[in-house]
């Protein structure tokens, strides 16, 4: 029989606890949350994974025999130690060696992009479309920008723990600055925070995305469809991009931004036109386990 799943998604303000049926099913035996409280400092993040867990063992009876992590940031391949990450105290902490000293079980670790992924590519919504898809690309556009590959449904990390960063890839000089130290990154074009600074730069009046896409549909407002136009054609040339590397089967799409439905329409037209074919195969999906993708995704791993 198979063994239950234990996952946890560490978030910069929660971290999230799941016990899976097992690795084919996305019934849950328990799950629960508890605050992450960063700015108490990187030992406190560890204690309170500690009470996540614990607290999944007192409520479910149960104990875990390997535990999979979803983290923001990746750990490095070489260092073994966390980069990359925005919740920067975890940045050059040995995550996964403290962790495996803690729970004496064995620990897998990926970033959360690389969780989601893997959550839709095995349980979520590429199943119903394909039954063994070579290559899925997961997108996360949010706050942010970031993806992860599943290969034949094993999860690509590269040898620097860094494959599936479309979103610090380069794009456009228009993008101005990045965090990251470069110029030019999608992440500064596409992402929700991106658009509407965008928008709110041109406009007189400071509008969250959901009403500027809305404002577009409406067609009263020049400067949300300005904002709009822009997602598109970037979402096009940046996706283009990867395609033309991965040549993925399907691409789910998550993340505030990916709720966007034009992406499904006007954006796949925008990819047609910069990839490097004459026909567009890939498969545009939304994605099917929503806020569980993470969570869930971890427990796979």
């Not at 260092?79 to 995550?95: A, D, F, R």
């Amino acid at each position: 029989m198979a063994a239950p799943i234990w996952g946890i998604d560490l978030g910069g303000t929660k971290i999230e606890g799941v016990i899976l049926k097992d690795a084919n099913s996305i019934d849950v035996i328990e799950r629960l949350r508890v605050p992450t409280e960063s700015e108490k400092g990187y030992p406190h993040i560890i204690s309170q994974i500690g009470k996540c867990v614990e607290l999944l063992k007192e409520k479910s009876g149960l104990k875990p025999q390997k535990i999979g992590i979803g983290t923001p940031g990746v750990l490095d391949p070489h260092l073994q130690t966390m980069k990359n990450s925005n919740t920067t105290v975890l940045n050059g902490t040995p995550l996964l060696r403290d962790l495996q000293d803690l729970f004496g079980v064995e620990i897998n670790m990926a970033n959360d992009a690389n969780c989601f992924a893997f959550a839709e590519a095995k349980l979520g919504a590429v199943p119903s479309h394909f039954k063994n898809p070579e290559v899925v690309f997961g997108v996360i556009m949010g706050t942010g920008v970031g993806g992860g590959i599943v290969v034949n449904g094993k999860l690509l990390t590269g040898r620097q723990g860094i494959a599936g960063e479309w979103g610090h890839t380069y794009l456009d000089d228009s993008a101005g600055p990045c965090y990251c130290g470069n110029i030019g990154c999608v992440e500064n074009i596409i992402s929700g925070t991106a658009l509407q600074k965008y928008y709110n730069g041109r406009s007189e009046e400071k509008r969250k995305l959901p009403d500027i896409v809305n404002r577009h549909i409406a067609g009263n407002d020049p400067i949300a469809s300005e904002t709009i136009e822009r997602l598109l054609h970037f979402f096009g040339k940046g996706l283009a991009n990867v395609i033309d590397i991965i040549d993925p089967d399907a691409i789910v799409l998550g993340g505030g931004v990916g709720n966007i439905d034009l992406l499904y329409t006007e954006g796949v037209e925008r990819v047609k036109q910069f990839v490097f074919n004459n026909r567009l195969d890939t498969v545009f999906l939304q994605p099917k386990l929503g806020d569980s993708a993470g969570v869930f995704g971890a427990a796979l791993l």
